[in-house]
């Protein structure tokens, strides 16, 4: 005679307690929206529209209109405003809700589901890239690498050319990265250290200003001297609280600047 008790454990059904565990495993499986609910709720409203342009940016590649809609039709379930937002974006009527398959229960948000509320400002362990050229100014490169490297994070030293850049004091500093092989994408803030006829010449170098540009958009710190002005303003950077001169470009490179966003791009 068969043991059901042991049924009851391969097969997950029977009488037993075993298949009434898996019956309660299999109900639960089918609530789909009681935690996306509060984990979206939960985050901050640059982070909310950064799910929902990845939501935009993904069905923008599905060729079939059913399917978009219907899922925001599932996004409906969770969040009204959250499905309004994609289908605005993707250009479609906004459609009835799909209904779930278990209803959601309604969950309180927690801060301690967003990873931006509780990021703190932290430079350690990073790496900033620091963009010289001849006749950088030796004194304030030194003391920014020196700050950089105080504050346990690496400085990499970026130049047009690898072989590096002769300084104000006539001293040649090689450099870690040639500037055209080397993108800000790399790095978790940069710094320009450019003397005013270098600044001019780099005007001309599309690699200088993309440089520039990508570490903006990217909300990244940026630093710089003075003598650099006419570069950041080609790159189309705003002077905000995250672009500073180099005394206090420790200071504030240990955050990202989600404040600089809507200047940027446009987010659902």
């Known amino acids: 005679m068969p043991d059901d008790r042991f049924q009851d454990r391969r097969c997950g059904g029977g009488p037993g307690r075993a298949g009434r565990q898996a019956a309660g495993r299999l109900e639960l499986f089918a609530d789909h929206y009681s935690r996306a ?27 079939i209109a059913a399917v978009q809609a219907l899922m925001v039709a599932n996004f409906r379930n969770f969040d009204d405003g959250l499905a309004q937002r994609v289908a605005d974006r993707l250009n479609i009527p906004l459609p009835k809700t799909n209904p779930a398959a278990r209803e959601p229960v309604d969950l309180p948000p927690s801060d301690a589901l ?60 090689k450099a ?44 990244k710190a940026i630093g710089h001297t003075t003598e650099s002005h006419p570069l950041l303003k080609k790159a189309g950077v705003e002077h905000d609280e995250g672009v500073v001169l180099l005394d206090d470009f420790v200071a504030a490179a240990g955050t990202r600047y989600f404040d600089r966003e809507p200047k940027v791009r446009t987010l659902a």
């Open 176 to 219: 870690d990265r040639q500037l055209a092989g080397s993108p800000s994408q790399l790095y978790d803030g940069v710094a320009v250290v450019l003397s005013e006829d270098r600044t001019t010449a780099l005007l001309k170098e599309s690699a200088a200003v993309e440089w520039l540009t990508n570490a903006f958009v990217h909300l």
């Open 37 to 63: 609910r509060p984990f979206f709720l939960s985050q901050p409203s640059s982070e909310q529209a950064h799910i929902a342009s990845a939501f935009v940016f993904e069905l923008s590649k599905v060729g």
């Open 114 to 173: 967003s990873i931006q509320k509780n990021a703190k400002p932290m430079i350690k362990g990073r790496h900033f890239g620091i963009l010289i050229a001849d006749g950088s100014d030796a004194a304030a490169f030194v003391k920014l690498k020196k700050a950089i490297t105080d504050a346990g994070a690496k400085a990499v030293i970026v130049a047009p050319k690898v072989g590096g850049a002769k300084l104000s004091d006539g001293k040649v500093m």
